[in-house]
């Protein structure tokens, strides 16, 4: 099976780790601030802190804005489960903005109408997650204006996104956003096997979600209620978490943050490549919007059903059938039997709703060979054959 995505392990990613598990700390050790200053660096942020999960990174992300009870956060339905999640964490509610039906984000317009109505019934978010699907920016620029306009915070759920760029430069840097999230899981882009980071350029947030990733648990005298009782002294200050990463996937980090750009340009091929293999197919290949480049974590397809004979579902049951381990990114959040309790229905978000009804990702990853994508292409022509 043609796998929809895959880590590329080298040798020099191997001997790092090793390197850690000869050394005195396999965790909170040097490396995790080695890794964070890595990326902060590259993306161009002043702040770093990396936890064991993207999904805890939103957790604490959400926590250092001050997300609780009585919150709105909003997000798209189109992404994983773990974006929204991390608003019902703190005890706020979650809803949903439909998606553009070109880039598959979150449609700016749905969210200023969206925005307009909560103002008069007074039930404006006070978060919002936006996320960038596979890898493309959203349109940060009228997020950020309306998050001016409305007084909301933003996260950008960067899962997809590491080593991609808005306006030329590298998502992560926080032009428009307050907090910026990675995911360093096997599938992402870069791997530390589980792991995530948030970045920042406000001290304050920094300081807040690195409380949190430990415990609440502090040894900063600045930040201690009283002068410190001795050299084995700290304090709990907060209602924090374990959600630390260690140094062995800190020290798989940063070997890995070597090859990022090496990652990057190999997906921008493969993906070109797909564009022009898969271009007299009943199938709509990925936009690529102008201000946008992508970190291409997932190269999606929707089939274009009127001009095949198979429905999506046999579409997708033949391609595993011959071996192209193909995916659906993603469910829409409103439909899955949780957040259906909280009383959303299908037909909520419709444009969400037909892009799940067509929608497949194709394999992508850095050591594909051309062999296999011409496999998955000739799959696919195969079984949209009318
Ligand atoms: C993978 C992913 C997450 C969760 O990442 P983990 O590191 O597995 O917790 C969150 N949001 C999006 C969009 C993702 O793709």
Redesign the pocket.
Known sequence: MIPYGKQDISEADIEAVIAVLKSDFLTQGPMVSRFEQRVATHVGSKYAVAVN????A?HVACLALGLGEGDWLWTTPI??V??ANCGIYCGAQVDFVDIDPDTYNLCTEALQRKLEIAEREGRLPKVLVA?HLCGQSCDMATIHALGQRYNFKIIE?A??AIGGKYKGDFIGNGYYSDITVF???PV?IITTA???MALTNDHYLASQMSLLRSHGVTRDPQLMTHRSDGPWYYQQIDLGFNYRMTDLQAALGVSQMDRLDEFISTRHKLAARYDILLKNLPVITPLQHPDSYSGLHLYVIRLRLDEIQASHRQVFESLRELGIGVNLHYIPIHTQPYYQKMGFRSGDFPNAERYYADAISLPLFHTMTEEQQNQVVAAVRKVTAR
């Open positions: 999960s993207a999904t805890s939103l992404t994983f773990a974006s996320v759920d899962s997809h995911s360093f899981h992402k589980e792991g995530g």
